[in-house]
């Protein structure tokens, strides 16, 4: 059975930091591509950032400089560090692996 578990997620202060973590089990994690993607209330989801099996990264437009994606195959687990945390961030995050598999999300908030 494959699965896709997110945590991490919370209600911050703007400029806070948060780690996500995506703990996946039942796949060959070290070869998949995965991203985070997220969901901010009423509008689409959209993918925040991506990491190859080789370790390469690309962010969206919104986020680089202040998120960090990141995964120790090791322990079959993926992550997002996210700094200067702004209010425009809140949003359900999810964690997909070959854009196939999906986590069920945490939920990010971010106060003014």
């Known amino acids: 059975q494959v699965q896709l578990v997110e945590s991490g997620g919370g209600l911050v202060q703007a400029g806070g930091s948060l780690r996500l973590s995506c703990v996946v089990s039942?796949?060959?994690?070290?070869?998949?591509?995965m991203r985070w993607h997220r969901q901010p209330p009423g509008k689409q989801r959209e993918m925040v950032a991506i990491?190859?099996?080789?370790?390469?990264?690309n962010y969206a437009d919104s986020v680089k400089g202040r998120f960090t994606i990141s995964r120790d195959n090791a322990k079959n687990t993926m992550y997002l560090q996210m700094n200067s945390l702004k209010p425009e961030d809140t949003a359900a995050y999810y964690c997909s692996a070959n854009n196939y598999y999906w986590g069920q999300g945490t939920q990010v908030t971010v106060s003014s």
């Open positions: 990491i190859t099996s080789d370790g390469t990264t």
């Open positions: 039942g796949i060959a994690f070290s070869t998949k591509i």
